[in-house]
């Protein structure tokens, strides 16, 4: 019994000058690939942020699910069609993307949140208008214009809208859908999202959880 306690003591001793460090700042937490998909990796991702609250930090999750509404819009006869890394996306596709992200993954993981004994408050698109945005236009190799439709970029953040749920005691999890100055949504990359988020924001940390490759260098 004693041994278990210490090797505990070790540990909070351990974390104590990152808990003093990342006391009361924002992290943003992009989840996504794999993470997503394998059910004991959800769970244990889910508590750690539940964890990270807990000991004073302010984690803001941003999450996608492209695999996902790949497999809903195949469902419906829709081949997913990307433009360099990026969807393009029509009226049928942004209204999957939707119904997929914001009803359906969103409201997942605020429950899963909730039930690791956290407080979690969704927002997606339109619910809280958090996330601004603009139309993408993305160029071809010849500097031309792509129109790829409903998608977009992240054009700036409702803050203090967002801190007031934070005060609460809430962790924000975040689709990344946009709603433009007319109030038309926007689709929006998830790494490019929580990037842009993580920048307005000035978080201490950016952390992509993905199966992606990111950066590499010349050996990989």
């Known amino acids: 019994m004693f041994r278990h306690l210490i090797k505990r003591a070790k540990a909070v001793i351990e974390a104590l000058p990152y808990l003093i460090k990342f006391n009361n700042k924002f992290i943003v937490v992009k989840y996504g690939g794999a993470a997503m998909q394998n059910e004991e990796l959800k769970h244990s991702v889910i508590q750690d942020i539940v964890l990270l609250k807990m000991v004073g930090m302010e984690p803001i999750l941003v999450h996608g699910g492209g695999p996902e509404i790949n497999k809903y819009l195949r469902k419906k006869g829709i081949e997913p069609k990307f433009v360099g890394g990026y969807r393009v996306t029509d009226k049928e596709t942004m209204k999957v993307v939707q119904k997929v992200l914001g009803e359906k993954i969103n409201q997942q993981i605020v429950s899963m949140i909730k039930k690791a004994g956290g407080k979690a408050k969704g927002f997606y698109g339109k619910k809280g208008r958090v996330i601004k945005a603009f139309k993408y236009w993305k160029k071809d190799e ?4 792509v129109d790829l439709g ?6 700036g953040i409702r803050f203090r809208y967002l801190r007031k749920w934070m005060k609460l005691g809430y962790i924000p999890v975040l689709t990344s859908i946009g709603v433009g100055k007319r109030g038309g949504v926007y689709n929006i990359n998830a790494d490019k999202a929580a990037a842009a988020i993580a920048a307005y924001l000035k978080a201490e940390k950016l952390i992509m959880m993905t199966d992606v490759l ?3 260098d010349g050996h990989g």
């Not at 010849?142 to 214009?145: A, R, S």
């Not at 409903?150 to 054009?155: E, H, I, L, N, Y």
Request: charged share 10%; glycine share 30%; net charge positive.
């Open 142 to 145: 010849n500097g031309n214009k």
């Open 150 to 155: 409903f998608t977009g970029q992240v054009g």
């Open 214 to 216: 990111g950066v590499l």
